[in-house]
């Protein structure tokens, strides 16, 4: 090579180190403006040196860093890609690369794009966490654990990694697990408001209601401008029958974020269960000017309309929800239950085409079920019903395990507990209780038209179903541990039962005005009499029957809240269960004669006037003529039955389960 050669090589080269040089210090102080946030400035200086150099990775990488922060996602997605496509052996960059195809919605991109990242460096624990994250928007939540926890444990004092592994696992279900991630977040990050929000979440889910309050009240100390930490709050507090309080958080929700729909139901329920009606509808309808589409909040409205006993307009709600949202299953068995089907109508249509989609979800398609169940025995259809009675039962029993053996061993532990030594040695227990009646017997009994027409006497306030009871003796008495039940009651001092009959009245004060008669119709409560007896020895029980046939018939027939009724699904479990339930019944009229009154639903309605003063004598009670008018009460009712208590009584449903005897054989065999 000669030497003219050499010298032009040498003048290339030390040009080439120059431009180098030269794009090296631009690039440092765009650098510099990047991380001051002036982005304007670095964006300008990163143009230019693309513009020189369209391949220099690291100012197309950092310029697509600084577009996605500006929230410019498509240009990110763009100008990281040609960075990752100039060196594709940077970690970082496929991790940023997944962040803004995320943040374009391309979720199984962005997976890509963080297992690339994570093929070149396994302990990048920042890729771990946000392939974890695009996994969870795609709802594949077992894999967004997985990457969750490897990872923490790359990074054990990863706060946001812990704080996402608990949102994984709340959607899971797994609620303790859950609520020990945020807790763990917490502990090292103590200010982490979203922590302390998803937090309160996961204990509310656990019935931890206190603690879930004191949860969402640090978020809200840390942030006052948290609109989904009041929205929380409120629902705890409606949990909790702070209904003043609760309609507070909503609306502080709504100051926040007014285009919030979610809120606005939820503000709509809670002022729908204190009784401001009008308000409650004014909210419901505010929440569809937001989302006129919104499916749930046509529901929500139907709902509200059905209590006050307007169906017209309860059906064409639930015909809005079903516009929106054609395999809304619940949707469809509240329309069915809102009128009498006389021939096969538009709804019937409707229904029969949603039930023929071959993708409709199993638990909307149980709801609809119960629907079209209904809506055929309407049309005195009966074994094209039950067809579908059993379809939608079948469905929903198999969606949760259940044994009766832990319900006969509970059953057992009462019986040997509420004894006659028990309630002679706590002669003057508890409070007088003689304004409070208890209604209680199991579903579809007739407690509701009891109720009913107890709640039309003036001096009678009904406050539904409520839990109250349930709560205290949890709290006083470990009622749901049967290992501890029975020392804690064998072991109370007679003052013992005052306490936990004045924490159910304060409870139930906030639901009524305890200078009048209180009516809780608590089904389940009749397990519960011998409490009562020692926390309120003058209240009232009035234990509702009816046919063991049709009781168990009609609760085939009707869909529950999940969890509540687990016994109604399986003829057979729901026979067994009626015996276990009429056995504690016979016990508790052995050891406490006198202090529960029966009423016989087929009595009820053959007489209704003599039945009517009988009851209402029993409960002290002057006659009054607006108890047998219960239907024109303007109070809401929250029932299965919402559309019969709503008209004067029928007898149409005595011996209904004589049209099902072949059908109902195997429950037959059971009550025998």
């Not at 890509?112 to 890729?127: C, F, H, R, T, V």
């Not at 392939?131 to 926890?149: F, W």
């Not at 068995?333 to 949603?354: S, Y």
């Given at each position: 090579m000669n030497r003219a050669v050499k010298r032009r090589q040498q003048k290339l080269a030390e040009k080439a180190a120059k431009k180098m040089g030269n794009a090296q210090q631009a690039l440092n102080v765009a650098k510099q403006h990047h991380m001051a946030g002036e982005f304007a400035q670095a964006e300008s200086i990163y143009k230019k040196i693309i513009r020189t150099d369209p391949r220099n990775f690291e100012a197309l990488h950092l310029y697509g860093v600084l577009s996605l922060q500006a929230g410019k996602t498509d240009i990110a997605?763009?100008?990281?890609?040609?960075?990752?496509?100039?060196?594709?052996?940077?970690?970082?960059?496929?991790?940023?690369?997944?962040?803004?195809?995320?943040?374009?919605?391309?979720?199984?991109?962005?997976?890509?794009?963080?297992?690339?990242?994570?093929?070149?460096?396994?302990?990048?624990?920042?890729?771990?966490?946000?392939?974890?994250?695009?996994?969870?928007?795609?709802?594949?939540?077992?894999?967004?654990?997985?990457?969750?926890?490897?990872?923490?444990?790359?990074?054990?004092?990863?706060p946001e990694a812990h704080n996402n592994l608990g949102f994984a696992l709340h959607g899971l279900g797994l609620y303790e697990e859950a609520a020990a991630s945020y807790r763990q977040a917490l502990a090292l990050v103590p200010n982490y408001t979203e922590a302390h929000c998803n937090l309160g979440i996961a204990l509310f889910k656990m019935d931890m209601l206190a603690e879930a309050e004191a949860s969402y009240r640090q978020a809200l100390a840390l942030n006052p401008d948290y609109a989904e930490a009041h929205n929380n709050l409120?629902?705890?507090?409606?949990?909790?029958?702070?209904?003043?309080?609760?309609?507070?958080?909503?609306?502080?929700?709504?100051?926040?974020?007014?285009?919030?729909?979610?809120?606005?139901?939820?503000?709509?329920?809670?002022?729908?269960?204190w009784g401001k009606l009008d308000e409650a509808l004014d909210s419901f309808q505010k929440a569809l000017e937001i989302r006129p589409g919104y499916a749930e909040g046509h529901m929500e409205l139907g709902s509200a309309l059905q209590e006050v006993g307007r169906m017209e307009e309860a059906a064409e709600s639930f015909r809005?929800?079903?516009?929106?949202?054609?395999?809304?299953?619940?949707?469809?068995?509240?329309?069915?239950?809102?009128?009498?089907?006389?021939?096969?109508?538009?709804?019937?249509?409707?229904?029969?085409?949603?039930?023929?989609?071959?993708?409709?979800?199993?638990?909307?398609?149980?709801?609809?079920?119960?629907?079209?169940?209904?809506?055929?025995?309407?049309l005195q259809q009966y074994d094209k019903a039950f067809d579908y009675f059993s379809k939608a039962n079948s469905l929903r029993r198999a969606t949760f395990e259940f044994s009766l053996k832990k319900t006969e061993i509970h059953h057992n532990l009462m019986k040997e507990i509420f004894n006659e030594d028990l309630f002679s040695k706590h002669l003057g227990a508890g409070l007088s209780g003689d304004n409070l009646i208890f209604v209680l017997g199991l579903q579809r009994s007739g407690t509701t038209l009891v109720e009913q027409i107890l709640s039309s006497h003036p001096n009678v306030n009904g406050i539904g179903e409520v839990d109250c009871l349930h709560q205290v003796l949890c709290t006083n008495f470990n009622l749901d541990d049967d290992t501890r039940l029975a020392d804690s009651v064998n072991q109370a001092d007679t003052n013992e039962f005052s306490k936990p009959a004045e924490e159910y009245l304060e409870l139930i004060g906030r639901r009524a005005d305890l200078q009048q008669v209180v009516v809780d119709k608590t089904l389940g409560n009749f397990m519960n009499i011998g409490f009562v007896k020692l926390m309120f020895p003058n209240a009232k029980i009035v234990h509702c029957q009816r046919s063991p046939q049709d009781t168990c018939l009609s609760i085939f027939k009707n869909s529950f809240l999940a969890g509540s009724v687990p016994y109604a699904y399986d003829l057979v479990e729901l026979g067994r269960y009626y015996n276990l339930y009429r056995d504690l019944m016979a016990h508790w009229h052995d050891v406490l004669s006198g202090f529960v009154y029966d009423i016989q639903y087929e009595e009820l309605v053959d007489d209704q006037e003599q039945q009517s003063r009988d009851l209402l004598a029993f409960c002290g009670l002057e006659w009054d003529d607006a108890c047998l008018e219960f239907f024109k009460t303007k109070r809401q009712v929250k029932t299965l039955s919402i559309a019969q208590v709503r008209q004067p009584i029928y007898k149409g449903s005595v011996e209904a389960w004589k049209r099902y005897e072949k059908q109902l054989a195997p429950l037959l065999e059971v009550l025998e």
């Open positions: 997605v763009d100008l990281i890609a040609k960075a990752v496509a100039c060196n594709p052996g940077i970690a970082e960059a496929h991790n940023n690369l997944g962040l803004a195809l995320q943040g374009a919605g391309r979720q199984e991109d962005a997976i890509e794009s963080y297992k690339k990242a994570l093929e070149i460096n396994p302990d990048y624990p920042d890729a771990h966490m946000k392939l974890g994250n695009a996994c969870q928007a795609l709802g594949r939540l077992e894999d967004a654990v997985e990457s969750y926890r490897k990872a923490i444990v790359i990074n054990p004092d990863f409120g629902q705890v507090l409606h949990k909790l029958w702070r209904l003043d309080e609760s309609v507070d958080s909503y609306r502080q929700a709504l100051a926040l974020n007014s285009a919030y729909p979610e809120v606005y139901s939820n503000l709509g329920q809670a002022l729908k269960d809005l929800a079903l516009t929106s949202n054609p395999n809304f299953g619940d949707a469809y068995r509240l329309l069915a239950n809102t009128k009498k089907f006389t021939e096969e109508d538009d709804d019937l249509k409707m229904m029969l085409n949603a039930d023929a989609m071959p993708d409709l979800e199993d638990d909307q398609r149980m709801s609809l079920d119960f629907g079209l169940g209904k809506a055929f025995e309407d």
